[in-house]
Every structure is written in structure tokens, then in C-alpha cells.
């Protein structure tokens, strides 16, 4: 089993069953390899993050003056956020 394939499969193995054959795998490549098992480890630390705190509630008030100023700035500084064209690197979850 290759890194790359570890990286494909652990995001879809980590909610699932733990014993599946191909979970076994990845385990077993993370036994053996530090840098997947690095990556593993960082991506578990981040989706529970991503538990412990859930997105908070905004209001729509807040939520509307957000906008407003987002669009502000759009208008006053061309291509000022994103430049124009839309980022390819998104935030990952
Ligand atoms: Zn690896």
C-alpha cells in the first residue's frame, strides 16, 4: 500500500468500521509510516476541533453586515478579495 492511497482512503475509513479489510490496511501502512500516521494524526486533531467547537450561530443581523462590508470592499478595491477570480484553494474540512 502506497502513501497516496492512505490519503485517498482515510478520510472515507475514519467515521466507518475500523475493521473493514482496507481500514486494516491503512492501519497497518500507519504502523510502518510516520509521515501517514503524522497526517492521520493532524487530520483526527482537526475534525475534532471541528466537533468541539461547531460553527457558531450567527445572527442574521450580523450575518447581513457581514455581507455588506464584504461587498464594500469588493467594490472599493477591485479584485481586493480573491481577486477577482475565485480561489482554488478553498478551505478544507
Ligand atoms: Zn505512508
Redesign the pocket.
Known sequence: ???RE?YKYVCTNLDQNLNSARCRRIKK??S??????A?LDSLRKTISLYREYPTPHVPRSVHKRLFKVIHTIEKESPGGLGGGTRSKSQTKK
Not at 510502518?32 to 500516521?37: N, S, T, V
Open positions: 500500500m502506497k502513501c492512505v501502512h500507519l510502518e509510516c510516520p509521515d501517514c500516521a497526517y
